[in-house]
């Protein structure tokens, strides 16, 4: 396990030396580097190195969610191992390989696994930005050029496109819909060469605050006017009806993003760190109790999904079906975990 330690876990001035016999690293499957949850897990290992923690994560960078969950259905992982993952993704898993799924999850992984705590909402793919200001809203995006993520991305590729034809009818055998990575999604977008594309737009289980990446600025930047397309609650609730999902309907105000001048609607799923229900309750006790406490410090460096901490987002979704048992006993001794009763549940769908 020792030989997991990443390369940005060792920069962090996380492993200074030789570890204590009695320290234990914790691999934390996160997704590509820069995409916010590596830098997420190191910042929290430094912090709990410094509190002499027994067990110290170890951000492992990963090709991202979709790579994740189909990773931990390796026996290997059950008990040491933790994941980002999101509700949607899970819920997909249980899925895998059933027509509409099968380009995003070749084979089911049947498991249901437990939530430690909650990281932010993620919003994008599941609305859309165009520069043509004849476009008006998504429907009038069919037979135009679209640009999507990739098959692997769970938000930009997977989401955006159930999204398109679950919601409008909206698929490759009638429109140019293009496979492409969000930098050069971008590109497409300010140079013409697409009719419509997506954005990064993350937030918190308040849903009072929203942040988005330096691709939407370069947008910005471009000084062309952009027109954001909401999606329709009837669009959020056929994907949810057809996959057994949980996409939430938030609305996002004016000026949540760079030159938004009206309100739109969004679908947003939950991200979360999660494990097996054989991973050990006492670690993931202290993984919790470990977030909580150093939450409000890191909340303030801007770090990452460390800028959506609270106590809300930490147990926003959970429950006694989907919540970890260590978790649980956590966030019982912190007084919080009637609160879980304010939000939606995350649900799985039957074996």
């Known amino acids: 396990i020792r030989s997991l330690v990443s390369a940005a876990t060792i920069a962090a001035g996380v492993v200074t030396g030789s570890m204590a016999a009695s320290e ?114 998504i429907e009038d995006l069919k037979g135009k050029r679209i640009s999507l993520g990739l098959p692997t991305q769970s938000d930009w590729g997977m989401a955006a496109s159930l999204l398109l034809e679950h919601g409008y009818g909206i698929t490759d055998e009638n429109t140019d819909i293009r496979n492409v990575t969000p930098p050069v999604m971008t590109q497409e977008l300010i140079d013409g060469t697409t009719d419509a594309a997506l954005v990064a737009l993350l937030t918190n289980a308040d849903n009072d605050l929203w942040w988005t990446n330096d691709l939407a600025s370069k947008i910005e930047a471009s000084g062309k006017a952009i027109t954001y397309l909401g999606v329709t609650e009837e669009a959020i609730d056929a994907v949810n009806e057809e996959f057994g999902m949980t996409l939430i309907k938030v609305n996002v105000p004016a000026g949540s993003m760079p030159g938004q001048k009206e309100d739109f609607l969004a679908g947003v799923n939950r991200a979360y760190q999660a494990v097996h229900p054989e991973f050990p309750d006492d670690k993931a006790y202290k993984l919790v109790m470990a977030v909580h406490k150093h939450g409000p410090a890191l909340r303030d460096t801007g770090t990452g999904f460390w800028k959506f901490w609270s106590e809300a987002t930490m147990i926003d979704g959970l429950s006694e079906e989907t919540a970890h048992p260590g978790a649980i006993k956590a966030y019982k001794e912190l007084g919080i975990w009637e609160r879980a009763a304010d939000f939606s549940p995350v649900k799985y769908p039957d074996n």
């Open 24 to 137: 234990e690293v914790i691999p934390m499957l996160a997704c590509p580097l820069g995409c916010g949850v590596v830098q997420t897990n190191t910042v929290l290992a430094a912090r709990m190195a410094r509190d002499e923690s027994d067990i110290l994560p170890a951000a492992q960078e990963t090709p991202g969610f979709m790579y994740n969950v189909r990773a931990m259905a390796e026996e290997a992982r059950w008990k040491t191992t933790v994941f980002g993952t999101e509700d949607t993704v899970i819920q997909a898993a249980f899925q895998g390989g059933r027509e509409g799924l099968e380009k995003f999850m070749p084979q089911a992984v049947p498991i249901k696994f437990k939530l430690l705590f909650g990281i932010g909402g993620v919003a994008q793919g599941k609305f859309f930005i165009t520069l043509d200001p004849s476009i008006k809203s």
